[in-house]
């Protein structure tokens, strides 16, 4: 059940489940998005990961206004760096409150913070899983005359 928390308990939690050493079942973005969700009342919120992009801009967090949701993008920023976004929708007829928008850009820090030192394994899987899937979308692009060719070995061939 949702229960509306205070924002230094909210942080309180989410500095304990990031200085914790993660387990192999829990994420601990999983678990910092867990715990935002449950001390907030959004309707939706999502953490993601920007696999090596580097930002110059300094443009403040998006808000737009799409029916009667309102939805907030944070950058996870350290520097120059940008290692991913918060993105959050209000319940249906609210907006994000101020202070709402200081709790994340503070969780937003947080996790940016993190994600330069003990969590950078996360992003390393980021980075890993965006280069494969990258290569599996150029191979399936390849035309056929360009793809290596299979070759099958003969009966006793390549015994030596």
Not at 81 to 108: C, M, N, P, W
Request: glycine share 8%; no cysteine; net charge positive.
């Amino acid at each position: 059940m949702k229960t509306y928390r205070p924002s230094r308990e909210l942080q309180a939690k989410i500095d304990a489940a990031l200085s914790r050493r993660p387990k192999a079942s829990a994420q601990p973005l999983d678990e910092v998005a867990e715990i935002l969700s449950q001390g907030r009342h959004y309707a939706w919120l999502g953490i993601y990961l920007v696999a090596g992009a580097r930002s110059g801009s300094s443009q403040p967090p998006a808000t737009a206004v799409a029916g009667s949701r309102a939805r907030t993008v944070i950058p996870m920023r350290l520097g120059q760096h940008q290692f991913g976004i918060i993105e959050v929708e209000a319940e249906s007829g609210k907006t994000l409150s101020y202070q709402d928008r200081v709790l994340l850009k503070r969780v937003a820090a947080r996790l940016a913070l993190y994600l330069h030192g003990p969590g950078a394994y996360l992003v390393r899987k980021a980075r890993e899983a965006a280069a494969e899937q990258q290569q599996t979308a150029q191979a399936r692009h390849q035309p056929a005359s360009e793809k290596p060719q299979e070759r099958t070995l003969a009966a006793g061939e390549g015994r030596r």
